[in-house]
């Protein structure tokens, strides 16, 4: 690779690469040549000999160009030796020129002269040096090594194929150009005369195609039909000709390029350098537009067979893309920044400018909302009509109260299975349940109580609703706990009831505690929320051998308790019953020693009960009691009883304290999907639009033409239980609870007339009537006519109505 | 990583199905009408993308014209666009950098060639990367551009195959067709980063060659001994059977030094015909590099436009001299 020699460069004639052992055919030219040259040189004018060496030395550097050679040799004889040494390199400063890294001696000829520098001078006075033997120091430009880099060491073996060629080349070229000079002058006959074609001018470059190819001879005629060929493909391409060559003007370094690689293949050619520049496709055409336009455009070899798709879709309507802009992946990106949130870091200056379309861009973010619109149809019912027309059973609600084990949730658990509102392997169930873990007597109560840790600890907790139906009246159980500490949940069911029924334990000892203990303070709740009517059922009558006195007893001791704490006479009733054996629940007792009771049993007793009228006409009040999950076509669901007003489906209503909005979806009265819901009916309401953070059980749900207010204090008209001071105190509304504090007791109130007795009160002892001022922390949905209790220390201390 | 911008297409070839005729005639596999000397021309470019420092577009269309049945006998082409940017400062992030930092990105289009590609980046387009990047890095002058980065970019629009698509994959099959193209590669980059008016030594010149063996050699290739494989310049893969051995370089005439040399394939103990004495890889090199020298030419063409476009905004006045102040052009 590194030996070849590049002709085309402009210096390489400078370059000198050391071969040593040439091709025998190349020592046979090298000879032929000498011996014209020497011809010559005698045959001249001025008459010169040379040695051998110097002539062939002379040949070699000129590429066997016997007319350079001779010119040269002429002309070197005839100067002086001193001038001939003087470019010797020894002496010029040429050497200090070449970088530390030319080590290559790249420009001088190989000489054999041995000369010495002091010689050379020694006739020539100091600092007068005759003009003959001056010199033009050349310093040799800083040439690059014609190497590859780090390429082989310049000094191994023979000449290469392509330096062979090159040197033959030139010969060739030469001796052309003499063979013309011969021509001209018509000095010399050669044979070579005898050729007539331009290209077989000389027979010896015929010789020497054959030489250096000698199986090429058939070759040869094919050569020439190839060559015919590239005649007719270069008569056709001539169009573009005119630019190409006045490009290769412009070109002026264009290297001339040398066909090396197979020798005697690209003989023929000229060494007019190959215009290797193609037009542009089709394709790059529309890529450079109208880039191209100042060239000379040319059809290529393509253009023929393919059509035009510019051309014949216009060329002005498509335009090359700019690549100015920003890119299709970056508007996407842009877009998903923007859509991320990123748009208020990168503020697009085109965005903010533009207010018309950022308003496009708000309510596309608007239509982008994920939230299916809700399209609840209202009918637009007159609920009270339907009301009335509706074929609906009276309905009641009772809570069922009582000292701790009075047998409350067991008494209900009998009257509904008896009623069949519970099936019996379901009480069955229950009954193997109980028995295995040592609570067998316990069964019935697990109809209500629900909850593990209810049954684990054979207490109720939370209100438990249950519904069953007579044939007049369809009921809902309210099963309240019993236990002191689960009163608040006592209160939210109590709320809820229109009559109460109190369950008192008949056995010896567990009255009297319950009278002192959460019979007393049920019975007073319930009076204080406004229950009018209490049906006392005296429990566990099997325990005490159904004995009448002592029926009589609790009778007379309850009664006398229950008209003190407000409860007219007329609207107590008693019945003797056994909620464990199921004696006077719902069938009359077949013990013989209740046979002195003629009386109704609990449930004849219950159905005695009146309707109860409730305000329909005014605004929608509904106490939540619960928020939940109905199912997946439900996602919040809230129930509770309705107080005030009606509803139906469709309505928009309004949720205090947070005073969010929702829609009713659908909703359910007593289990069963309905378009309407009036007061003193229980509901379930499916609720849309709206986030469960803004639901709460005890909140206030009403209608946002009429809501609620939200109060922080207000003045109320209680009975003291315990003593009242200025303290702080629980406020218990429904299922709402929120801490207070008395702030100030305005005056102590006459009980029957409702007078001031006395005002400002330092303290109100029990049993009065007093109105105060209560201040809560939060504000809380209240007003006017609600009942409310103030507990304190886990106990009641005052229970009254606001005013 | 997937892209999940765009929605990919199938994986494999969408040029359409051609079906054999009912003749029984198989379908002809081109054939190299070229002299084995003889270069295909080649189109390219300079200043295409505006915004980019400098950018270069090189097409090289198949030597012969497109036949009568177009879809069958089509030899390959090759189109390629190169986007130079910079030389910008280093991010911050960066090291201290004393030389210009090239990068270099060679990506395939997807329907660059007949084997679909992906959108990231595979294991030989990262090749040609680092081949292209040693080959510009040494006609550089890097030492001028301290803490500063260079990004070559090249683009593959049109690759060229690896053998003719009608052939059954052979023993003698390499990605050939990556020689070419990095060839490619590489005269576009020179006349791209020479159109960014980034300093150079000279302008690098990719060329190749290839040792073929051809089973029709005595009818075309009249002198080649049958058996011997024969040295051909600017080889194009799908109109031979079965190339030996490839050689990429990068070269720089003015130079004449090589700043990248790649060869594939086994040259070493070819034997060339009787009178050629070098070995197979001194042939494939001497090849390359007159191939590269002989494309030249159209390279200094394409900065001779490049810098005439130059002058012309200059002298329009709306080109404005560098910070430097230098609008040296020594063409």
Redesign the interface.
Known sequence: MSRHRVKALSYDDDFEDDYDSADPDEQERLEECTKEVLGQLQAGEPSVTASREEVQEALWHYYNDIQKSVDYLRGKKAKTVGKKQATSKTTTPKATAVPAHSVIPAFHPRSSDHFSAAEFFRDSPWLNVPLHRKTDILIEPLYPRCRLLGGAPPSDGKMSKLAALAAARKKKEGEKKELEKTKLLGAENNASQAATTERRNSTLTLLERLSVNGKEQRGSEKADTFLRKEALFTSRGNRGKIVIEKHNEVLGNCPKVEETCRPGQGEERTSKPVDLRALPSTFARTIVGSAMSHMHVELSHLSGRCFDVMEIYGQGLTEPFDFADSSPDDIVLKAQSSAKGLKSKQPTPKQAGNKGTQADLASGMKSLAVEEPVNIKRKNLDVLTEYRKSPWKNAANFVVIGHVDAGKSTLMGRLLADLNAVDNRTIEKYRREAEKIGKGSFALAWVLDQSSEERARGVTIDIATNKFETERTRFTILDAPGHRDFVPNMIAGTSQADFAVLVIDASTGNFESGLKGQTKEHALLCRSMGVQKVVVAVNKMDTVQWSKDRFNEIEQQTSSFLTAAGFLPKNISFVPCSGIQGDNVVRPSNDPNASWYPGRSLIEELETSEPFTHSLEKPLRLTIGDVFRGGAQNPLSISGRICAGNLQTGDQILIMPSGAKAIVKNLEVDGEPNDWAVAGQNVVLNLADIDPIHLHSGDVICIPTSPIQNTKAFTTKVLAFDHLMPMQVDIHHGRLHVPGRISRLVAVLDKGTGAVAKKRPKIISPGTVARIVVEMEKPVPLEAPARIVLRAAGGTIAAGLLE | MTDR?RINGPPCGTRPPVFAPATGKAAESPKRTR???E???????T??????AGSA?L???PAR??LTK?LIARSSAL?L?CTVHGPKPLPRSTPFSPNLLITTHVKYAPFAARRRRGYIRDASERDLGVHLETAIR?AIIAERWPKSALEVTVNVLEAEDDRWWGNVSGSYDASWGMMNVLAGCITATSAAIADARIDCLDLVVGGV?ALVREEASQKTE??AVNGSPI?V?DPDPSEHRSIVSTCVIAYM???????ELWLKGDALEVALSE????SGH??L???A??TA??????L??AV?ESGERLFSAMTDGTWTKDDNGNVEMKI
């Open positions: 911008r002299r084995s000397n270069l295909r021309k080649i189109f390219l470019k200043g295409l993308i505006p915004s980019a577009y097409e090289i269309e014209p497109l177009p189109k666009t040494g060659a009249g002198h040295l310049l005439p003015g130079r004449d030094e090589i700043t009178d050629d004495k070098r001194e042939a090199i001497d090849g590099v007159d020298r002989r494309l030249h030419s159209v200094t063409a001779v």
